[in-house]
C-alpha cells in the first residue's frame, strides 16, 4: 500500500485542479488536457529516483520504505501539476523526514522545565552516550566474568542504592505509575490502602491516581477531608485489613489556607507499611525546591517503601523508582507482575549514567542564574534586532511543571515576538516551542541550554522568513502545572 509522506497536502481542490491545468466538464467529469500527458511521462519512474545519489544515501538511514513514501507523494504532486517533474527527486529529498524515529527534535523553550508533551526531562549527553553503548548488545543480564547469568541492570541498580544509602533495596520499573502499581498489587490486593482525601489526585491527561490503585483489587479507604488531615484520623481506620498507608505529593496543585496534614514520621508506629509517592524523584533535598519531598528524607522518616518518576526533578530516563525496606522491595521485585514492568537496557543504560554524570540539564536549568538568562537574552535580541526583527529580551517567570514544585516560579528571561512568531516556530524546520502571553511569544531560555542560544536564533531568523504563509496558531504550554 502507497504510504503518504505528507496527507494532509495530498487532498485536491480545484484550485489544485486549476493549478495542474485539468478543467472539471459541465457534466462534472474532470480531464486533462494533452500537455499533460505529456508531463506525465516526464516524471521520473521510482526505481531511477531511487538510485539518485542523494535519495540513495538516505535508504540507509531511515529505510526504502520511508524514501519511497516521500518518491511516490513528490511523484503524485507532479502529476496533479503542483510541481515541475525535473523537481520531483528534490521534493522527495524536501518530504523526508528528518529523522528515523518519526520523532522530531525541538528545543524547550515554554519555560517548562519537565514539559509532559516535550518528553519531561532532557537526557545529559553522558546519558545520552550511555544509550549509544547500550544500543547493541551488552551485559545487561550477563556477567561476563563467570559466564553465568546475573542480576538484570544489576550496575544501574547498584549506582542508585550507592545514591539514596538508606533504602536496604533499590529495584526499577516502567515509570512512576507502574511503581505505584506494583506496590498496591503486591502489598494490597484484597486489602485496604488508606489515603488522606487530600492526596487522590489527578496526575494529568485523565490519569487519576484512585483508579489505577484499585485497578490492582485493592480497596481505598479514604481519611480526612480534602483540607485537613490527622494522624489520628489514619489510626481509626488501619488494621489487619490494611495493606499500607499511602502518602501522595500534590505535585501540581497546592492547597492553602485551614489546611492540615501528617507527616510520614507520624504514621509509622500505626503496623503497617507506609508508602509515599513523591512523584518528582529528587533523591535528597534540593536547596531550590524548600517544599517538595525527597527519598532520603522520607525513607530517613520511617517510610518503608518511596516511589518516584525518573525523567522529572531526577533528570534522567522515563522510568520508575522503588526505593525502600529490604524484604519489601525484594517482594515487589520478585512478583510476577514485575517482569512486565522491567525497563529496557536503554532505560537502564541511561539511569546509571545520569545518576554519576555530571549535573542533569534539568539541574542546570532549576539552578540557572536570573542574571545570565538575562544577559543570554539580551544577546541574541540584539543579534536579531540588527536584522530588523521586532524583537526584545524581556523578564518573565518559569515553573518546573511535570509534577514538582507545584506554585513555584523561578525568576527567568525570554525573548519576545509578535504572536504569530510562536506557529511560525513551532512548525519550522528547527522546531521551538514557546508560550504566548499578553498577545507576544515568549521564547523562554530557562529550560533552553546555553549552546542551543545560536540554532534558536537561526529558528527565529527562518520563522520570520516562514511567518506570512504560516496560519496564525496558538500555542499552549499544555503540560504545564500536571505531570
Ligand atoms: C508524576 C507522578 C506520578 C506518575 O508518574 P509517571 O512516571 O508519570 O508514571 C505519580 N505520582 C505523583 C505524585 C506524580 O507526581
Do not use: W
Not at 503496623?271 to 530517613?300: K, N, Q
Not at 496560519?471 to 504545564?480: I, K, L, Q
Request: glycine residues 10%; charged residues 25%; hydrophobic residues 45%.
Amino acid at each position: 500500500m502507497e504510504q503518504r509522506a505528507v496527507s494532509a497536502e495530498g487532498r485536491r481542490t480545484e484550485a489544485d485542479r486549476a493549478r495542474s491545468g485539468r478543467v472539471r466538464r459541465p457534466d462534472g467529469a474532470v480531464v486533462r488536457p494533452p500537455d499533460a500527458i505529456d508531463v506525465r511521462r516526464r516524471i521520473p519512474p521510482t526505481d531511477r529516483l531511487l538510485r539518485d545519489p542523494r535519495l540513495a544515501v538516505v535508504v540507509d538511514r531511515l529505510g526504502a520504505g520511508v524514501v519511497k513514501a516521500a518518491v511516490h507523494e513528490a511523484q503524485e504532486r507532479a502529476r496533479e501539476g503542483g510541481i515541475s517533474p525535473e523537481r520531483v527527486a528534490e521534493t522527495a529529498l524536501a518530504l523526508l523526514p528528518g529523522t528515523a524515529s518519526g520523532l522530531r527534535p525541538v528545543i524547550n523553550a515554554t519555560g517548562v522545565l519537565l514539559h509532559t508533551n516535550l518528553g519531561r526531562a532532557p537526557l545529559s549527553v553522558t546519558a545520552r552516550q550511555a544509550v549509544q553503548e547500550a544500543a547493541g548488545p551488552t551485559d545487561v543480564e550477563l556477567d561476563l566474568a563467570t559466564g553465568v547469568r546475573a542480576r538484570r541492570g544489576r550496575s544501574a541498580l547498584a549506582v542508585l542504592r550507592e545514591r539514596v544509602p538508606r533504602a536496604g533495596a533499590v529495584h526499577v520499573v516502567n515509570n512512576g505509575a507502574a511503581a505505584l502499581l506494583l506496590a498496591a498489587t503486591v502489598l494490597a490486593a484484597d486489602k485496604e490502602i488508606v489515603v488522606s482525601r487530600g492526596e487522590l489526585v489527578e496526575i494529568g491527561d485523565g490519569f487519576r491516581l484512585p483508579d489505577l490503585l484499585v485497578s490492582t483489587g485493592a480497596r481505598l479507604r479514604e481519611v480526612g477531608t480534602t483540607n485537613r488531615t490527622t494522624a489520628a484520623d489514619y489510626a481509626a481506620v488501619t488494621g489487619p485489613g490494611t495493606g499500607f498507608v499511602l502518602k501522595v505529593h500534590p505535585s501540581n496543585f497546592r492547597v492553602t489556607g485551614f489546611t492540615r496534614s501528617a507527616g510520614t514520621a507520624e504514621l509509622t508506629g500505626l503496623g503497617v507499611p507506609v508508602v509515599v509517592d513523591i512523584g518528582s524523584g529528587l533523591l535528597a533535598p534540593h536547596p531550590a525546591l524548600p517544599e517538595e519531598p525527597d527519598a532520603d528524607t522520607e525513607l530517613r522518616a520511617g517510610a518503608s517503601l518511596v516511589t518516584a518518576s525518573g525523567d522529572k526533578l531526577l533528570g534522567g530516563p522515563q522510568c520508575g523508582l522503588l526505593l525502600g525496606a529490604r524484604d519489601l522491595v525484594r517482594a515487589l521485585a520478585r512478583h510476577p507482575l514485575a517482569r512486565a514492568l522491567r525497563v529496557d537496557k536503554l532505560t537502564l543504560a541511561a539511569l546509571a549514567a545520569t545518576l554519576t554524570g555530571p549535573p542533569t540539564p534539568t539541574a542546570l536549568a532549576l539552578t540557572a542564574d536570573p542574571a545570565v538568562l538575562r544577559a543570554r537574552a539580551d544577546r541574541i535580541a540584539t543579534s536579531l534586532g540588527a536584522d530588523g526583527l521586532d524583537v526584545r529580551a524581556v523578564e518573565c517567570a518559569a515553573t518546573v511543571g511535570g509534577g514538582g514544585a507545584p506554585g513555584v516560579t523561578l525568576p527567568s528571561a525570554a525573548l519576545s515576538l509578535p504572536e504569530p512568531y510562536a506557529a511560525a516556530l513551532r512548525t519550522g524546520p528547527l522546531p521551538v516551542v514557546g508560550r504566548l502571553e499578553s498577545g507576544r511569544c515568549l521564547l523562554d531560555l530557562r529550560a533552553v541550554p546555553e549552546q542551543d542560544d545560536e540554532r534558536l536564533a537561526e529558528a527565529v531568523r527562518l520563522a520570520r522568513t516562514a511567518r506570512e504563509a504560516v496560519p496564525v496558531g496558538a500555542v499552549r504550554p499544555a503540560g504545564e502545572g500536571r505531570a
